[in-house]
């Protein structure tokens, strides 16, 4: 066994290194699905925003496929669909994604998953990556996910994105305090 | 029965933990609640694999991107991305970023009075080979100063980000260079609890790979988390 090479903070000069263009934009306009923004501010302790984080999201497609070789489901994939998205926040510490919500994807034991984004948070100040996930509160499967059913219900909603217009989602992302968002050790 | 895929969890004392009194920072930005565990579902065991369009030729060498040569020390860093089982990991993104060789980011909110280098942008990638194996040709950077403590410097760095074979294989890290006299006094360094694992940070210097009258070698494998196939549970 070897042993891993352990995490360091991405630290503030990242951006020139990272930033992707477009990185933004995880399905094209032509992908098959239920077009959205999914968009937010990241916040610290003290409900400061953070103008140095930089968001990760990964995610099935419409028809709950991801674009990889451990996913044997028969479901298709969309070419104009990757699953991946990274974006720096801005000065106000805000966000924002253009996706497609994600189809139900295979659970623990046989379940299917409610849709979800899988979402990994860099920034100066973490010295590692945290990791959470995005729900819908509009979603009726919510019940049925095997991973938010291990989520205390007082805390579920720092994992639901909620709509604040039409085909716009809200998510924020707090690292710490009182609404402090869950997040998972994977 | 298809098989199903696992990653072992990391070994107690090899991440940093993300509450680090001597690393000012963290303070305000470290979760207070405890993680909660969860299965690894085929959200984690799947994930990007090659988020870039094209690498371009020139983005594994940082030393060419401008008309001039940056100033400084040229130096050769490769290594393996490798999984704990030593299995190469190939096909895969590695992406770095660092300070120019006076200790200066070409970032708007750095401060340093230190010069930038016109011919050095400091950010490169590139795409593992069929066993694993990358290579960077770059300048030595500087360390600089931060304001986390009275006289605080960072060790010389080299930013690493790597993708690896899923979401759970995931690394952002820094590779650091043998004998830094700074190591002692860095708390982002000293954040790893385990001294053999803050040791897999540091790069070797390495006659094989340092090139004659031209540019000194390092080398730096990357060990990410591995996977093992499991029989489905039923």
């Known amino acids: 066994m070897r042993g891993l090479t352990p995490f360091q903070t991405l630290g503030p000069f990242f951006d020139f290194g990272l930033v992707i263009p477009d990185g933004g934009i995880v399905a094209q306009p032509s992908a098959a699905g239920r077009h959205m923004a999914i968009e937010g501010t990241v916040f610290d302790g003290a409900g400061a925003v953070l103008p140095d984080a930089l968001i990760e999201i990964w995610q099935a497609n419409a028809a709950g496929r991801y674009r990889h070789q451990a996913d044997e489901h028969g479901a298709p994939l969309d070419p104009a669909f990757e699953g991946f998205g990274r974006v720096a926040t801005d000065d106000l510490g805000r966000f924002a994604f253009t996706t497609v919500r994600p189809g139900r994807v295979k659970g623990p034991e046989g379940s299917l998953q409610a849709p979800h984004l899988a979402v990994g948070v860099l920034a100066r100040g973490l010295l590692t990556r945290l990791v959470t996930r995005i729900y819908f509160e509009d979603e009726s499967s919510n019940g049925e996910d095997a991973v938010l059913a291990l989520v205390p219900p007082a805390r579920r909603p720092t994992l639901l994105a909620r709509e604040i217009g039409a085909g716009r989602y809200h998510f924020d992302i707090v690292l710490q305090g009182t609404l402090e968002t869950v997040f998972f050790d994977v | ?234």
């Open chain 2, 1 to 234: 029965m298809p098989d199903t895929l696992t990653y072992r969890r990391p070994p107690s004392g090899t991440h940093p933990p993300n509450d680090a009194p001597g690393y000012r920072s963290t303070a305000l930005r470290h979760p207070k609640e405890p993680l909660i565990i969860i299965p690894q579902t085929l959200s984690e065991i799947t994930g990007p694999a090659y988020p870039y369009g094209r690498i371009q030729t020139t983005d594994n060498d940082l030393t060419s991107q401008h008309t001039g040569e940056p100033l400084g020390e040229r130096i050769i860093v490769e290594g393996r991305v490798l999984d704990e089982d030593g299995r190469p990991i190939p096909d895969t993104l590695v992406e770095v970023w660092q300070a120019n060789a006076a200790g200066r980011y070409a970032h708007r909110i750095d401060q340093h009075a230190a010069p930038l280098d016109p011919n050095f942008a400091g950010a490169g990638r590139t795409i593992t080979d069929d066993e694993g194996r990358y290579r960077f040709v770059t300048i030595r950077p500087g360390a600089y100063p931060w304001r986390n403590h009275d006289n605080a410097w960072r060790p010389a760095h080299i930013h690493f980000s790597l993708f690896g074979t899923s979401f759970l294989s995931r690394l952002v890290t820094q590779m650091y260079f043998p004998g830094d006299p700074l190591f002692p006094y860095d708390p982002i360094f000293n954040s790893i609890a385990d001294a053999r694992a803050r040791e897999r940070l540091i790069a070797n210097f390495d006659l094989t790979v340092t090139k004659p009258e031209w540019a000194l070698g390092f080398t730096f494998d990357i060990v990410l988390r591995g996977s093992k196939a499991t029989p489905m549970e039923k």
